[in-house]
């Protein structure tokens, strides 16, 4: 990664955007550094207008080790879910709702959006487009991005619209200077127990003490494709994993009735990491779709933002227990 720095010309700061071709209101880097979390609720962002607080709230909380899924300034059931993770991490009353004492303890005087340069690996191994269809994707050397863009959204944890909205004007080439936020670094520590809580959504990662280390929001089966029930353990993980497309013992995709095999890459079904359990067929893992995370359905396994798949994997080993809830005690009340 390259280097982050923190100052860019004035110049650069009053940026305009649109957003599905409607001119929005001017989103500063500056008015998410300097927002108070403690106003969210009191001040109204035009409809789909990413909210400066909502965004420093969002890198807050990811920072602390419960994530939002996708930073994107819009409030909403993972943002809400996030805070009521935090609660729990820190001991205090669950109900998702920020009031004073959360914001206290989640806010920092870090910068939440530096500017970052972009490099020329970050402009390698693209793609042109993502096939809908299995076949065609099995046709394909890989499923990377398809931008440099996208490929930047997932590094810093931000929706491909909050970085457009920063950047309107960038081209993303190498050598560009762009404005991202700045998740902080993964969660580190070891997983002894993972809870996946199908009501709520949620993946909660506890220490051999009981701690809770780490919460994320997560898409857990179906209700055609339900989830396992009960008790289960990690069997291993793969990195960057080809995907085996068999129609007669997971599901039928579009018209393709035959067994296939699917490429690596971060836009594969897949995403970048799957985390194999002890329930044949059933894993944790990424998704092409980081916007989608419980809003809708799986196939019965457990999908999680690349980026929280990837911190989650780094945690956890052979044997970790796998337990299949209905209600967490990091949901809100």
Known sequence: MSSMKTALPMSLLALAFSVGGAAARELRPEEINTASIASIGT?????GDPDPAI?????????????????DGLSGENVDKAVAGFEAMNNLPVNGRLDPEVASRLEGNAPIVESYVVSAEDAAGLVDKIPEDYGEKAKMQSLGYTSVAEKLSERFHMGIDLVHALNPASQFAPGDTVWVVNPGPPREGKVKRI????KTGQVLAYTADGSLLAVYP??????DNPAPSGKHKVKGVARMPVYRYDPKRNFKQ????KVLTIPKGPNGPVGT???????????IHGTPEPKLIDKVGSHGCVRLTNWDVEELAGMVKPGVM???????????K
Request: avoid cysteine; charge should be negative.
């Open 322 to 332: 796998v337990d299949f809830v209905k209600n967490s005690p990091a949901a809100p």
């Open 43 to 47: 001040e109204k962002s035009g409809p």
């Open 273 to 283: 990491v799957w985390i194999d359990l002890t329930e044949p067929t059933y894993g």
């Open 254 to 257: 579009g018209k393709n009735d």
């Open 218 to 223: 997560a898409t857990i089966g179906s209700e």
């Open 55 to 71: 965004v420093r709230l969002q890198v807050l909380l990811d920072r602390a080790g419960s994530s939002p899924g996708v930073i």
């Open 195 to 198: 809870e996946a809580d199908r």
